[in-house]
């Protein structure tokens, strides 16, 4: 149940914040990973496990830092942009962090398959793994500092009068007082 007033509209404002950076997000990340490109040849798919991983480091540290690091940032947003867009405070964090990265992985393994008919784009194994390890450090990092600031503020709301950042994410444990109805009685 969403709160009615000032908070209760912060909440849905930062929803909504939420929903429209990830849908631009992912938008970004389509065009980057599933537009074609004009290649003379493409290598083959790799589908074993931390071989293109093994590879880049092969060729040197700039170019595996480079590639490696373009990996786990191509969906690092989703880690901290999922969250906000489900609005959730009182959540357990090992199921938001599960829910995120499944979600995060699926998003990937998604582009990974889209990409099979793609001209110029090639399936990899290992950017399924590092865009998952992406989004999964970036929620470490930021989702539940993030979230126990907001529940701070949320005991800790600013004097009446005053304006502050009251804003409360959808908050499951207080839904308010339960309504009561009056009793009628039968008549003899």
Request: no cysteine; aromatic share 2%.
């Amino acid at each position: 149940m969403q709160r009615q007033g000032p908070a209760g509209s912060a909440a849905i404002r930062v929803r909504a914040a939420g929903v429209i950076l990830l849908l631009a997000h992912l938008l970004f990340v389509a065009w980057l990973t599933l537009r074609p490109l004009d290649v003379l040849w493409v290598t083959a798919a790799n589908l074993e496990p931390l071989a293109g991983i093994k590879a880049d480091l092969a060729m040197g540290p700039l170019v595996a830092a480079r590639r490696i690091g373009e990996g786990l940032l191509l969906l690092a947003p989703l880690g901290v942009l999922l969250p906000i867009a489900g609005g959730r405070l009182a959540v357990s964090p090992w199921a938001s962090l599960a829910r995120t990265v499944a979600a995060g992985a699926l998003i990937s393994l998604a582009i990974e398959l889209l990409q099979t008919g793609v001209p110029g784009q090639v399936v990899d194994v290992d950017s399924l793994l590092l865009n998952t390890v992406g989004v999964a450090l970036a929620h470490l990092l930021v989702v539940p500092a993030g979230r126990a600031r907001l529940r701070r503020k949320q005991q800790f709301p600013t004097a009446p009068g005053r304006r502050g950042n009251t804003a409360v994410l959808r908050d499951e444990t207080s839904q308010g007082a339960t309504p009561t109805v009056p009793r009628v009685g039968i008549t003899p």
